[in-house]
């Protein structure tokens, strides 16, 4: 008997570093000039909030290279 499973994929929706920036103490409660340290090596050019979330937490962890 097939089974009829209905898999729904969520898609996040995608925003600019612009957009991001502009908005970046509202969400993530830091300047803009954190978060674009934050994706500067990033080669994509959009993000879902919880990409650029992960992004931020990594580069506010990283150790300061001397």
Known sequence: MPSSVNKK???LPQYT???LMNHS???F???AEVLVG???EAAQQTFSIE???VRLNQFLKAKVKE
């Open 9 to 11: 994929i969520t898609v």
């Open 17 to 19: 570093r612009a957009e």
């Open 25 to 27: 103490e509202a969400l």
């Open 29 to 31: 409660a830091v300047k």
């Open 38 to 40: 934050a994706l500067h």
């Open 51 to 53: 990409e650029a979330q």
